[in-house]
């Protein structure tokens, strides 16, 4: 007879909580141990997803029933590379799982980048969202204009916050340090530069509607970059297609009336160098590009520079050009291109797997993190199925990371630990009006968890 199957999980993020979520429902017997290296679950629903969309966050229920199930085990404050190793985790369970996503950010490589004030927007998003190591982010909003580089649903998120008016970020669960820095914020006009066109945009219909309907905010755009869109749009799939519409119907109807800020998309744009006066940025000189590809698909349609240039002001710079993973430990083979740990459709070898983000690259939103938790949940099922001898030797499971776990005095956090954290945040947010106020202390959060 088989051993009860014993599966880490490293990473308490969508891809995790997916994971764990479709093996329970499919193992009758088994034993899933959730690692995490903060103090609190949910990865980038907690710390990524903007705190004016809660309806996202709503997956943080279905998240809350696979931690709480009786199979299912929550080991948070446990860094994997610092605390225990990727060889102790397998000689402890049968699989295990890597899901510890994406979480540095990529850069431009441009001269001026490392001035005052050009900020990557994962550590924005930190900023208000309440990651610990963003809390004390020097960031400067005594400028009119903001440039973001990147037009993803990230660079969106950030124009939002940045343009949104103060009382409706009020009600949100934004960190306190970052609704009073906005609240003195002197920004007026946003840029969301891009290197290539508008049917090459990669925010989505949703996120740009939010935008074009902001209060007391006008979206303006270049009209000229639109001159090809017209001819194209029949002929493009259904959702490029209603964006485009979407963006063509706002950039020609003139609204009246008049407002205090500006959205302004730039397309065909790529940063050449951020300029500065006192170490601290206030221009960026952009390079103007044509798209090269003709034939090919339009979303291979590649950016080449021309002669052409401008310069924009900017008081602040958002770097928002994607996330990036990182190596873990050597002996997992990290694909440096893709930025990806090594992986076959989320397999790395016998028994080891990776999910999310770290074996996708940090693209996609909750939705396509799931359906790729669920496959490499599925491809672990056949695995075993076929290959029952990987379930078959007996494994210490918790117990033995435990006894490494405490011989490093590492405060584990469990479950009921987290909920203690769950519940003073809430209740310190119900006196500010706002759904939680983040814990931005590590210390503090494990002392309420020790309490
Ligand atoms: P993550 O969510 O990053 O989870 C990884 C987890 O691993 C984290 O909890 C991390 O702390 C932990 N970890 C890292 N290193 C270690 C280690 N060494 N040891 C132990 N644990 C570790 N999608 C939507 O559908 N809607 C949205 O509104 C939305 N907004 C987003 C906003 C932002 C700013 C970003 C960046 C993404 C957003 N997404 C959104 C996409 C969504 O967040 C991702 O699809 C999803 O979070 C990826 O899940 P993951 O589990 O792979 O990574
Ligand atoms: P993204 O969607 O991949 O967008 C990255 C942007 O950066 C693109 O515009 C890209 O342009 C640009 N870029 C990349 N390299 C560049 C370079 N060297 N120079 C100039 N521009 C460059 O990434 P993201 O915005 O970080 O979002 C990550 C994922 O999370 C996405 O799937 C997103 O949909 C999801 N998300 C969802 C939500 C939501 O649902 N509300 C919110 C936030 C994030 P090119 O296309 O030219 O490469």
Known sequence: MNSLPRISVVGAGPAGFYAAQFLLKKLKRCEIDIYERLPVPFGLVRFGVAPDHPEVKNVENTFTKVAEHQNVRFLGNVCLGRDITVEELKKA????????????????GIPGENLNNVISARRVVGWYNGVPWDKDLSIDLSMREVAIV?????????????????????????????????????????????????????FTIKELR???????????????????????????????????????????ENLPGVCEKK?????????????????????????????????????????????????????????SIGYKSTPIEESIEFDQN????????????????????????PSGVILNTMNNSFGVAELILKDIE????????????????????????????????????NEFEVNAGT??????EKILDMEKMLDIASS
């Open 386 to 421: 076929k290959n029952p001898s990987l379930i078959q030797e007996s494994k210490p499971g918790y117990d033995y990371a435990h006894s490494i776990l405490s011989q490093r005095s590492i405060q584990v956090v469990s479950w009921r630990d987290w909920l203690k954290i």
């Open 263 to 319: 959205f302004k998309p730039l397309f065909f744009r790529t940063p050449l160098e951020f300029i500065g006066k006192n170490q601290t940025v206030n221009k960026v000189k952009l390079g103007i590009n044509i798209l090269q590809g003709e034939n090919e698909d339009i979303m291979n349609q590649k950016a080449v520079l021309t002669d052409l240039h401008e310069t924009i002001d900017c008081g602040l710079a958002i770097i």
């Open 210 to 252: 939010e935008m074009i309907k902001l209060k007391n905010c006008k979206t303006e755009w270049i009209a000229d970059d639109f001159k090809d869109v017209s001819n194209v749009i029949n002929s493009l799939p259904r959702p490029k297609k209603r964006i485009s519409e979407l963006m063509l119907r706002s950039a020609t």
């Open 93 to 108: 369970y049968h699989i295990v799982i890597l899901a510890y996503g994406a979480e540095k950010s990529r850069n431009l």
């Open 150 to 202: 990147g037009q993803g649903n990230v660079a969106i998120d950030v124009a939002r916050i940045l343009l949104t008016p103060i009382d409706d970020l009020k009600k949100t669960d934004i960190t306190q340090h970052a609704l009073e820095a906005l609240s003195r914020s002197k920004v007026r006009t946003v840029y969301l530069i891009g290197r290539r066109g508008p049917l090459q945009a990669a």
């Open 338 to 361: 893709l930025g990806v740990l090594k992986n076959h459709y989320g397999k790395i070898r016998n028994g080891l797997y990776a999910t999310g983000w770290v074996a996708t690259g």
């Open 431 to 436: 006196k500010l009006g706002k759904p939680r």
